[in-house]
Antibody, heavy 115, light 107 residues
């Protein structure tokens, strides 16, 4: 099982960014996927998750209306579109697989929001 | 939102000791409770799920128990490689939430 995130970079406040996560080693379309972030020196914060066929999405209040999670089962990929970025969105963003519990994590991609 | 509170925030123990971490939820989570280990510079790793079920490949010195809103993680015979931060996570009610973490160090 592998989850490989990409797309993290430095972006200005108010800017947008799209993170990608490419999965391999398992049957992608039977699992919920999620994004979890970790601000520098802080704990883990669940951001969003998406159902097996993409028809259901849930978000943390802190990102609702600004972030959108989506998936492409044909490409074994999940995405996080982040708009109206704020300084407090600075974090390592992890892609994760859910089986109820979060059972597999990617290595993460770093997003820095700074002017 | 269910709040998860871990105690202690950090602990220092000797190799071979038994250590216990407690996780308290602001309401019952019906055993939908997982424990993750995060070593410095690495992503988290699932240790246990469903309150007490050991993930495949995790050493048996890790165990967990609890019910309702109170859960514990126990590491028996602490090893040097267990230095890490441990997080509880409830997956009973969205938004999933994590405890603030317990940092385990070797004395």
């Amino acid at each position: 099982v592998q989850l490989v995130e990409s797309g993290g970079t430095v972006v200005r406040p108010g800017g947008s960014l799209r993170l990608s996560c490419k999965a391999s080693g398992f049957t992608f379309n039977i699992y919920w996927l999620s994004w979890v972030r970790q601000a520098p020196g802080k704990g883990l914060e669940w951001v969003a998750n998406i159902g097996k066929d993409g028809s259901e999405q849930f978000y943390a209040d802190s990102v609702k209306g600004r972030f959108t999670i989506s998936r492409d089962n044909a490409k074994n990929s999940v995405f996080l579109q982040m708009n109206s970025l704020r300084v407090e969105d600075t974090a390592v963003y992890y892609c994760a697989r859910e089986v109820g519990a979060t059972d597999r994590w990617g290595l993460g991609t770093r997003v820095t929001v700074s002017s | 939102e269910i709040q998860m509170t871990q105690s202690p925030s950090s602990l220092s123990a000797s190799v071979g000791d038994t250590v216990t971490v407690t996780c308290r939820a602001s309401q019952g989570v019906n055993n939908y409770l997982a424990w993750h280990q995060q070593k410095s510079g690495e992503p988290p790793k699932l240790l246990l799920y469903a309150a007490s079920r050991l993930e495949t490949g995790v050493p048996s010195r890790f165990s967990a128990s609890g019910s309702g809103s109170e859960y514990t993680l126990t590491i028996t015979t602490l090893q040097a490689e267990d230095v890490a931060t441990y997080y509880c996570q409830q997956y009973y009610s969205i938004p999933w939430t994590f405890g603030q973490g317990t940092k385990v160090e070797i004395k």
